[in-house]
């Protein structure tokens, strides 16, 4: 079965330093989601994106945080200049439409900050 | 505003029945419902869309009632590998490009 693809597994930035989060999509999908879940709390909602422009974004989502697709098959996230605050886990996910389609999600990216 | 789930945790043994509730104070167009195992990314239940009642994969089923703006996740007949944190995320754009998850409900099934 297709699945979401997120690479690293986990990384380990210092405070300040600017970091990006590899996601590969299920192939014919045409929607892609961030999401991130803070240890032990609810998964949040960060920008959705669609036909090459960001379709929907969270208040979380200020102008530190960016989001790309810079290929065919990649759609990355960016952090700028990183927050102790950004630790967490950071989820990549894709629909083959909104609505009533699901959203498939990686395995995540563990973000540390130090 | 995030929708509000119930309850916060449920033990259960195997075999038994459980109940989890969504709630939103906001008309919903689609509710959707996710588990996920610790140190796992949420996997896909089940979507719940306007005037329907879906049902899911084993024994997990669905409810919407979206005049009260409301979902249950029925799980009857629990196995072990129910155990798991259910998520519900809820629409109210129609467009389901953004979804707002509760907070969790955390299920434990033993043996």
């Known amino acids: 079965e297709p699945e979401v693809t997120q690479t690293p597994s986990h990384q380990v930035t210092q405070m300040g330093q600017e970091v990006i989060l590899r996601c590969v999509p299920i192939?014919?999908?045409?929607?892609f989601y961030w999401y991130r879940q803070i240890l032990g709390q609810k998964v949040e909602f960060l920008v959705s994106f669609y036909n090459n422009e960001i379709s929907e974004k969270s208040e979380i989502f200020d102008d530190q945080f960016s989001v790309e697709r810079p290929d065919g098959s990649n759609f990355t996230l960016k952090i700028r200049s990183t927050k102790l605050e950004d630790s967490a886990m950071y989820f990549c996910?894709?629909?083959?439409?909104?609505?009533?389609?699901?959203?498939?999600f990686g395995d995540g990216t563990r973000l540390s900050i130090l | 505003q995030q929708p509000v789930q119930s309850p916060q945790a449920v033990i259960l043994r195997e075999g038994e029945d459980a109940v989890i509730n969504c709630s939103s104070s906001?008309?919903?167009?689609?509710v959707h419902w996710y588990r996920q195992k610790h140190g796992e990314a949420p996997v896909f239940l089940m979507i719940l869309l306007k005037g329907g009642e879906q049902k899911g994969h084993d024994k997990i089923s669905a409810s919407f009632n979206e005049k009260k703006q409301q979902s249950s996740l029925y799980l009857t007949a629990s196995q072990l590998s129910y155990s798991g944190t259910y998520f519900c995320g809820t629409d109210d754009s129609g467009s389901a490009r953004q979804l707002t998850f509760g907070s969790g409900t955390q299920l434990t099934v033993l043996p």
């Open positions: 996910a894709s629909s083959n439409r909104a609505g009533n389609q699901p959203q498939h």
């Open positions: 192939s014919n999908h045409l929607y």
């Open positions: 906001k008309a919903l167009y689609s």
